[in-house]
């Protein structure tokens, strides 16, 4: 502690082995458009031309959170990527492949080939981060080569931002953090990882000192299912829809400044509701963590793990309580019971499911959302206006109650097609002739 209240550079030194630079490349299919730099038929015309294969090249930083190669960075910086180079600070290369990806938090987890006695940085408990706690940014920005930046914590529980690939629950720094520092390291001074830098806040393209990381306890959940065999991440399903109580709501909740977040729906097979919840009632705080937004409450649950248990303090009728709740995943039942459509029809590939919690929590649907869920939509569905997301109703005036029935009613041979669905929360009628 001495030597540092001189110099960071022993907690540097220290740190900054474990942080690496990451190159990644992906394909994507690009149009030439040549109405592209016209104000007006740039948007009417923009899938026009043909879309023709390019290499797109991204650039990032990454942390090694095992000694066995384990690297945690971005979504944005690696997902989709074809090809992986991963550069340590002493220079040698690596091949990488992504063994788990979230895009909703914005994390990656790769396993560098061949890789074994690496520097790694231990995680840090972000619970306990508070403002005005000292930390230093370490990536790579503008592909300079590593780069060190010192700041502080400025704000906690900054949710309902969109950063990187979703929205989430960041820790907010003003160490500054530029493009090229996406997946690199923010560390405290005790040389733990405190969180992953992932975007910042620009009206320029460079940091204007408000940058945000994804907390280190929520990337300790992530990099435990990586190890497990997981490729995708799996959160606690808690089966509701949410709002931080205001100014207004806790007026009405009796209660002195607003606090907590209001249960809105409740899916009957939620954990919540087994717990005794119900709508209306009022989440203070979990596992004795204060939550003002609903993100900051599935944060909560999401760092605490599958299979694990949380303490919710609850208030009904002006009394406060606490719930004990089972982590769970979002169960299959009834089962999706997946149909695509492949023969020759008005909605040949179309791909069906029945809505059960898991597809809710997949696709993001209203808790109390039921029937049958559009998955998949090409070739002919697609073209007559049918997307991922759109809950069928009937098909030609005939109700659809199952995934069965939209594989029957799809052979009807007619020209005249009417499809009754929900979209976005609106009933939407698709009418067509073949």
Not at 160 to 169: D, E, K, M, T
Not at 243 to 255: G, K, S, Y
Not at 399 to 411: I, P
Request: no cysteine; glycine share 10%; aromatic share 4%.
């Amino acid at each position: 502690m001495a030597q540092i209240q001189l110099s960071y550079a022993p907690l540097v030194k220290q740190s900054a082995p474990a942080v690496v630079n990451i190159y990644a490349q992906r394909v994507v299919a690009e149009r030439r458009n040549p109405f592209a730099d016209d104000p007006f038929f740039g948007d009417l015309f923009r899938n026009f031309g043909q879309a023709t294969p390019r290499v797109q090249n991204s650039l990032g930083s990454g942390v090694i959170v095992g000694a066995d190669g384990l690297v945690v960075s971005n979504y944005h910086v690696v997902g989709q990527a074809t090809e992986i180079r991963v550069v340590l600070n002493d220079r040698r290369e690596f091949a990488a492949e992504v063994v788990l990806t979230d895009e909703e938090s914005d994390l990656a987890v790769l396993q560098l080939q061949g890789a074994s006695d690496l520097p790694a940085l231990s995680l840090a408990d972000s619970d306990v981060v508070e403002v005005g706690d000292l930390v230093l940014a370490i990536g790579n920005p503008f592909g300079v080569g590593q780069t060190v930046s010192s700041g502080i914590i400025s704000g906690l529980a900054r949710s309902g931002i969109a950063v990187g690939s979703g929205r989430g629950y960041f820790l907010q720094t003003d160490a500054p953090i530029n493009p090229g520092n996406s997946g690199g390291a923010l560390v405290n001074m005790a040389g733990e990882l405190v969180g992953v830098n992932t975007a910042i806040i620009t009206r320029s393209g460079g940091s204007n000192g408000i940058g945000f990381a994804i907390p280190a306890n929520l990337v300790t959940q992530v990099v435990a299912q990586a190890r497990e065999g997981r490729a995708r991440f799996q959160r606690p399903w808690a089966g509701v829809t949410a709002q931080a109580v205001d100014a207004a709501l806790a007026e009405a909740f009796d209660q002195s400044i607003p606090a907590g977040v209001v249960l809105l729906d409740l899916h009957p097979d939620s954990p919540l509701a087994e717990a005794g919840l119900q709508r209306g009632d009022v989440v203070l705080a979990v596992d004795g963590g204060e939550v003002n937004s609903a993100p900051e409450m599935m944060f909560r649950l999401a760092a605490k793990g599958l299979g694990a248990q949380s303490v919710l303090q609850t208030r009904r009728d002006g009394q406060t309580r606490e719930v004990t709740v089972d982590l769970i995943a979002p169960p299959e039942t009834p089962p999706r019971d997946t149909r695509r459509i492949e023969e020759r029809s008005a909605l040949s590939g179309l791909e069906v499911a029945r809505i059960n919690p898991a597809v809710i929590a997949e696709f993001g649907l209203s808790p109390e959302a039921g029937g049958i869920l559009v998955t998949q939509a090409r070739d002919l569905a697609a073209r007559v206006g049918l997307r991922p997301g759109d809950v069928l109703l009937a098909i030609n005036g005939a109700r659809v109650d199952g995934t069965d029935d939209v594989v029957r009613l799809s052979r009807a041979q007619t020209r005249t097609w009417v499809i009754e669905l929900i979209r976005d929360g609106r009933q939407v009628s698709l009418r067509f002739r073949l």
